[in-house]
Each structure stands twice: as structure tokens, then as C-alpha cells.
């Protein structure tokens, strides 16, 4: 069952047209890859499906909503079934990570401090993180740490829908690879659906049930990694070799 339609969506900055009549459809419990050469519009994309971009032309529906027409009202609730994990963890530097985690709950939930506490240390044990982690600061720890911390706050509002933008990139190959583990153990313990913009390789392989990849401002291709072959895309034939 489709949870996210794109049809016909043209995105235009001044006189700069990044996409230009693109159509794609993702479906509930899949890992979706947004894929295409540096600029092609990948992660404005994804701004695109979170609201954080305005559409100039087309539709995007989500969870049964065509957030271009959407009230204001309904655009913060439907904004509450999805967590994204931004390239370099969009973490607050001057909160703690129990905080930052903690952060959508205080905002968005009337729970208690304690029911609060019990979600964040839940969500740090299912990325990986310990315990004693969630009292540091975005200064004080690594790369992949900053990641999971930015993905246990993506999920603190136990979403239908997950977004990720180049999780992977500025982690070492283990880091990478752990990483795109616990992607996978995370939809299948939380029946997520994910859509991830990527230019790893190895990610790619190991994590995406499909793919769209965005060339010459269009989709040049969707569908599996397996069948990625068909695509008679130059960019495409040489991306996977």
C-alpha cells in the first residue's frame, strides 16, 4: 500500500528548474532509496516530502494528505508521524542528548517527566547508544554516536515514517556498515517505513528494497536494485558499474 505519491512535481528556484515533472510511489514497510548524481535535487526532495521546502508545481501526498493543499492545523499532525535524521544530526549543541532526544516529547506530548525519561532511555538502547551517553554533549562525542543520537530523536515519537538524509556519509567503512544494520533492525522491530537518500554504494545494496534515481532533472529509473540493469540511462549504467 502506497503511503507517499509524487506526481508531476516540479521544484523551481528563481530561474533554476531541479526537478521537473518527477513521479514516484513508495510503499508502506519499504526502505526507499532517493539515488542521483551530486545536485540533482535528492535531499530537496526529501525537504520536500517533510515540508521544510515549498512545491512549485505537482503533488505530494503522505499518509493520505496532499500536503501542498493541507491546513495548517493538519500539517502539524500529520508532521508528527514521521522523524528524519538530518546528514550531520542537526543535534542542539548547547542541550544534552537525553535533552535533544527528549526535546520532541516536552514540545509535542502532555506526558510526564518520568514517562518522558522511560521513552528517551528506550529509544537510546535501541540505536546502540549507553546509558551513560545520554548525559553528554553534541561536543563530546563521534560522528556515528552524533548519528544514532539523531536517529533515537527522529524515533522519540514513535513515527509510521522515517527520513534519512546520507546517514552513513562521515562514518568510517564499520561505522557504516553497523550503522546500516541497525537501519534494518529498526524496521523490522518498529515496522517502519524509510526512505533514505544515499550516495554509498555498499549501503545501497545492503539496505534498499527500492530505488528512484533522479537524472537530467527526472526519475531515470525506479525500482529494485536487482533490475537497475534495464535502465538505459547512461548516468545510471555507470553510478552501478
Known sequence: MPVIKVRDLKTIFGEKVVHDGLNLTINE????????????GKTTLLRE?????AISHGSI?????KIESISAKDAQNLKQNWGVLFQFGALFSSLSLRDNIAL???????????????????KIKIVGLKPQD???????????????????????????????????????????REFDAL???????????????????QSIY?????????DEKK????????????????????FFK
Open 49 to 53: 516530502m517533510v515540508m521544510l521546502e
Open 61 to 65: 501526498e503522505i499518509l493520505g494528505k
Open 134 to 176: 545520554s548525559e553528554l554533549f553534541p561536543s563530546q562525542i563521534s560522528g556515528g554516536m552524533k548519528k544514532k543520537a539523531g536517529l533515537a530523536r527522529a524515533l522519540a515519537m514513535d513515527p509510521k515514517l522515517l527520513f534519512l538524509d546520507e546517514p552513513t556519509s562521515g562514518l568510517d567503512p564499520i561505522s557504516a
Open 183 to 201: 537501519i534494518l533492525k529498526l524496521r523490522s522491530m518498529l515496522g517502519l517505513t524509510i526512505v533514505m537518500v544515499s550516495h554509498d554504494l
Open 104 to 122: 520532541p516529547l516536552v514540545e509535542y506530548t502532555d506526558l510526564s517527566k518520568s514517562m518522558i525519561d522511560e521513552i528517551v532511555d528506550f
Open 29 to 40: 514497510g519499504e526502505i526507499y532509496g532517493l539515488l542521483g548524481p551530486s545536485g540533482c
Open 206 to 214: 545492503d539496505t534498499l528494497d527500492r530505488v528512484a534515481i533522479i
Open 219 to 238: 526519475i531515470a529509473y525506479e525500482g529494485s536494485i536487482q533490475d537497475v540493469k534495464t535502465s538505459k540511462s547512461k548516468f545510471v549504467q555507470t
